[in-house]
């Protein structure tokens, strides 16, 4: 079966380029959620989306961050401008939620394989 | 503010050295508890729900367990194949996002 499929794996770039990190989630499922991952904060949830609609977008650090959900088979995570700090492993996962009881569902989450993000 | 911690930050066993490692946790209104295993260059991999205090669940040489304040991810005889960072996350009633620990990085010498 395929997983989360992540790309590009690893994107090296200059600060105040624009980057865009592309994810595919476990088709059938219905939740998808952008984590950010450094040494210093840990794993941090950025956006989540259910059904294609953001829910949950407290934890875009700011608005040079924004995400997409077109489909229920692609998100991107876009920077513009990007910034050093910017700098961590970027994770995609997907969940199935039950539609009758949002918010309520413990599946757990599946993760892909990440994009390394390198600011210059 | 919900909190997970996780102890130690790292650990070094000889193989077949058992051990725990600590998930504590501070919410209101746990729905789940969730272990993860990550590689180097992965993402976390999916080990195992726990939904209630008391609960247990095994898979090959890892036992989970759940109290009302924190879990332990229990490591018997363990292999090298075992060295990888373990993750605990927690989801609160209400919601379907996850907060994560920091993790523990286990390596398991020969």
């Known amino acids: 079966d395929a997983g989360v499929i992540q790309s590009p794996r690893h994107e090296v770039t200059e600060m105040g380029q624009e980057v865009t990190l592309r994810c595919k989630p476990i088709?059938?499922?219905?939740?998808l959620f952008w984590y950010r991952q450094t040494m210093m904060r840990g794993l941090e949830l950025l956006i989540y989306f259910n059904n294609n609609v953001p829910i949950d977008d407290s934890g875009m650090p700011e608005d040079r961050f924004s995400a997409k959900m077109p489909n229920a088979s692609f998100s991107t995570l876009k920077i513009q401008p990007s910034e050093p700090r910017d700098s961590a492993v970027y994770f995609c996962?997907?969940?199935?939620?039950?539609?009758?009881?949002?918010?309520?569902?413990?599946?757990?989450?599946?993760f892909g394989d990440g994009t390394r993000l390198s600011i210059l | 503010e919900d909190q997970v911690t996780q102890s130690p930050e790292a650990l070094r066993l000889q193989e077949g050295e058992s051990s725990s490692l600590n998930c504590s946790y501070t919410?209101?209104?746990?729905?789940?508890l969730f272990w993860y295993r990550q590689d180097p260059g992965k993402g976390p991999e999916f080990l195992f729900t726990?939904?209630?205090a008391g609960e247990e669940k095994e898979k090959e040489r890892l036992k989970a367990t759940l109290t009302k304040k924190e879990s332990f991810l229990h490591i018997t005889a363990p292999k090298p194949e075992d060295s990888a960072t373990y993750l605990c996350a927690v989801q609160i009633s209400g919601y379907s996002t996850l907060t994560f620990g920091k993790g523990t990085m286990l390596l398991v010498s020969p």
């Open positions: 919410v209101s209104g746990l729905r789940g």
């Open positions: 088709s059938g499922h219905n939740s």
């Open positions: 726990l939904y209630s």
């Open positions: 996962a997907s969940s199935f939620t039950d539609r009758v009881r949002i918010g309520r569902s413990n599946q757990p989450q599946h």
